[in-house]
């Protein structure tokens, strides 16, 4: 019997917010332990929570960029349960009417085309603290730095059928997310948390097989080890006529293996209820129209717009869109009115190594470079006025990345502008035609080819800044035409 | 000693204050001596500091001396109901679980009194985490009622009502959920006003139902209750459920009340079920009414009977999930039992009994196969109920009737029966279910000398007008509305 998985992801992604969902402490990852905290998310008796519109504004654009339907109208609810990093007791989040319904997302397959999976649905929700459980000591403490930071949580539906489907769904889920300026996305910092369910059935079989949760996937990677282990383990278990029980079991990155957390019995009866200290707050048809209009323009249409408008390859068009800074980089400096196609190439040439480089990977912060769109451009156009040669220019962007000093200023710190005056190069000139008699004999013997060895004669003698079109057009002067 | 006609009247001391006649802090030694003198034997208070009351109120004393006389409560010491957090005062809900509590923080009332002025005095006595009609609920005992001390002085802002009857302050905050404002007014013989919903900020009143408590003023007379209620009323936008619109100060005190006035009469207030010295006391406010210039309205409110247990599974409901916070973790103490479950358990076995069997009631009502039943049950009842006040006040300005259906009832009385003493809040429950601003005001006594309340209910944001025709009222029944020279009965 050939069986098939069937996979549904759970993302939680933490909202690009300055402050919390409900009170106006800092919402930053890190932090000394406890210093981000207030009598609201602390939970201290008598606080209230109060809406962050900020965070709303942000869970709509997950929701738009997602092709979700929006609710105009918005209500909490209250996940009950007991654990040392919940201050209130209960979870303030969304249960039975979610922002967000019924969106889509389309991603690329491995064998080439697309496939587009459903979404479920996006509530609005705040994060608990951390809970530590320092080694050898006998007890736990408690950082609230985090609690009640703003989540959205993604519920995507079973539609994916492999773990390279569901790597590829999540990496283009974070993607258009961060490009509509949701979340960072940042699965190291804990800023994208992603739950999968997964279940096995005989191919061809419509009904769905019991699924299992699995959490604490940790990292990108991890996500289709944690899938392979797991369909692996639920086919032996098929194969060998045992049933497979409803439960959640935690991925153990050390072993590439899960294990049991809880069986379905052990669930918690959370008891939802709506908050009564929420409201029901409205977001209105207007606000949802105006997010619409302003929602950042996604990387498949940016894709789309670098081809047909500017020409650019495939390729390229991927590079310059796998990050929203790097593509934000990229079309400020066309706007500072360089070409796409050698914004294009700079970037990825010359800065996108460069922070490969620097950063020891190939995640590279665009955002956090020293120069600006505009900087970059003056450095272009030195080249294109011959003030540097193509090389020079390279030595010189280096140094811009690298000090964040301006183009002429670098360019003249290294000695690197072309030696563009007449008389300061027929010295070197008459000099080389001096000491090269052979190759000069040559030249005059009709040997064309023996005036480009000069030429390479005459650009060391300037250390490479002499303009090379000027030298040999005074070498030319000086030698007349071969043979003659 | 202040002089009786300051005693009687905190519009009084603070003009007195104000016009430099009185320091405040004479007025401060004045009730702290009364404190001192006869708080033994009543127990209105739970944490009192004398000397940080004398130090705040000799800091008024030199603000005027500078010549700042702004403030509407300049120098009037205030008593407030121990659920209100204070900064830096101990704040326990009268619970074992909050014991060596002090907030990091002022409620947004106790901020708004302490801007006009006011003098915090001291927390009062409730029942733990106001559940109970009685403050027999108190883990530090309970409070007595003044006109006779072996009888209650009602819950479960009794502390404050306690305070106020027996001279100790001459205002007091109290909150009510379901008539914990106005039941210990009527037993205590003072002015006790609910207001609507959301026209007082919660941010800092330790939440027992959060959608049915509201912060509500409590003094001698309507005139010092419309003083108190212009300093805490109006919007704060860290209370989402806070109201915006400001409370009509002028309007509150507004005369001419009564005339064209139609006042609904419901049927159900006038059974059989409640007491005759207090039928007859009510039915005097409506013949002085009626001699004034209004008119009765015969209504009929059929739901009234659906009150309590609508409001008992909403209360209890929204209860389990607010003291779920009081885990030991982040604060109040804790008692280890090594493991966290045990922790947990240890700590809040700290609670009370009334406490334990709400939040066991309201667990069990929002479990998953009874939600449906009870607690969404519950809330279209509460629905209907606010839809038949609705009605009723098309044909009518505002509804009149007994504030509880006996005067204060001895000690002990009522403290083993549960649902006996949840029936206490028959007439004060509907309003808090429907949003609505109601208030309590003395309107006689029994033969035995006890206080009997009468009960005005309008439609939302009437507080102002509640207050002005509670203010003619209080003119044409003309009692004697000050504080006791001593407490009664020994
Ligand atoms: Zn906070």
Known sequence: MELEPVIGLEVHCQLATRSKLFC??????????????CPVCTAQPGALPVLNEQALALALNAGLALHCTIRDQIKFDRKNYYYPDLPKGYQISQFDEPLCEWGELEFELEKGGTKVAKIRRIHMEEDAGKALHPDGANVSLVDLNRAGVPLVEIVGMPDLCSPAEASAYLQTLRRTLRFAGVSECDMEKGSLRCDANISVRPKGQEKLGTKVEVKNINSFKNVERALMFEIARQSEMVARGEPIVQETRSFRDTEGSTIAMRKKEDAHDYR????????????????????????????????????????????????????????????????????????????????????????????????????????????????????????????????????????????????????????????????????????????????????????????????????????????????????? | MLPPELSRSATALAAAIRS?????????????????????AVHAFLHLDPVQVRADADAIDARIARGDRTGALLGVPVAIKDNLCTRGLPTTCASQILVGYTPPYDAHVIERIKAAGGVILGKTNLDEFAMGASTENSSFGASRNPHDLKRVPGGSSGGSAAAVAAGFAPLALGSDTGGSVRQPAALCGIVGHRPTYGAVSRYGLIAFASSLDQVGPMALNVEDCTLLMDVIAGHDERDSTSRA?????????????????????????????????????????????????????????????????????????????????????????????????????????????????????????????????????ALQVRQRIGEEFAKAFEQCDLVLGP????????????????????????????????????????????????????????????????????????????LDLSPLESPRGA
Not at chain 2, 20 to 40: E, K, P, Q, S, Y
Not at chain 2, 422 to 437: K, R, S
């Open chain 2, 20 to 40: 430099g006649h009185v320091r405040a802090r004479d007025a401060a030694d004045h009730f702290l001596a009364r404190i001192a003198r006869h708080d033994g």
């Open chain 2, 245 to 377: 619109g400001a409370f009509d100060g002028v309007g509150a005190r507004r005369d001419g009340a009564l005339t064209g006035l139609r006042i609904g009469v419901p049927a159900e207030y006038h059974s059989d079920g409640v007491d005759a010295e207090v039928r007859a006391a009510v039915q005097r406010v409506e013949q002085l009414a009626v001699a004034a210039g209004a008119r009765l309205v015969p209504l009929a409110l059929p739901l009234t009977e659906y009150a309590i247990p609508t409001y008992y599974l909403v209360v209890t409901s929204e209860a389990s999930s607010n003291l779920a916070r009081f885990d030991g973790v982040r604060y109040g103490p804790r008692d280890e039992a090594g493991d966290l479950a045990g922790m947990y358990g240890a700590t809040r076995r700290r609670f009370g009994d009334e406490v334990k069997r709400r939040i066991m009631l309201g667990t069990y009502a929002l479990s998953s196969g009874y939600y449906d039943a009870y607690y969404k049950k």
């Open chain 2, 403 to 478: 504030t509880t259906p006996t005067p204060a009832f001895p000690l002990g009385e009522k403290s083993d029966d549960p649902v006996q003493m949840y029936l206490c809040d028959v007439f004060t429950a509907p309003a808090p279910l429907a949003g609505l601003p109601a208030l309590s005001i003395p309107c006689g006594r029994s033969k035995s000398g006890l206080p009997i309340g009468v009960q005005l209910q309008g439609p939302s944001g009437a507080d102002a007008r509640l207050l002005a025709v509670a203010r003619a009222l209080e003119r044409a029944l003309a």
């Open chain 1, 24 to 37: 106006r402490c800092v919402a930053d990852f890190g932090g000394t332990p406890n210093s981000r905290i």
């Open chain 1, 272 to 484: 939802y209820f709506p908050d009564p200290d929420l409201p029901l707050f409205d977001v209105g048809r207007n606000r949802i129209e105006q997010a619409r209009a302003a929602l950042p323009e996604g990387f498949v249409a940016k894709r789309r717009r670098y081809q047909a408008s500017w020409g650019l390859t495939d390729y390229d068009t991927r590079v310059l869109t796998e990050e929203p800074a790097t593509a934000l980089f990229f079309e400020s400096v066309v706007a500072a009115g360089l070409s796409p196609k050698s914004a294009a190439n700079w970037i990825q040439g010359e800065v996108l190594a460069f922070l490969g480089e620097t950063k020891g990977s190939t995640k590279s912060d665009i955002s956090e470079l020293k120069i600006t769109a505009t900087e970059l451009h003056a450095l272009v156009q030195m080249e294109e006025r011959g003030e540097l040669s193509h090389q020079a220019a390279k030595k010189v962007l280096r140094r811009m990345l690298e000090t964040g000093v301006d183009a002429q200023n670098s360019a003249v710190a290294l000695d690197l502008l072309q030696i563009r005056d007449s008389g300061a190069l027929a010295a070197t000139i008459d000099e080389v035609i001096s000491t090269e008699t052979k190759v000069v004999a040559d030249y005059r013997g009709g040997k064309e080819t023996a005036l480009n060895a000069l030429l390479g004669r005459a650009m060391r003698a300037t250390k490479g800044k002499g303009d090379p079109n000027l030298i040999r057009e005074l070498l030319l002067q000086k030698l007349g035409k071969p043979g003659s």
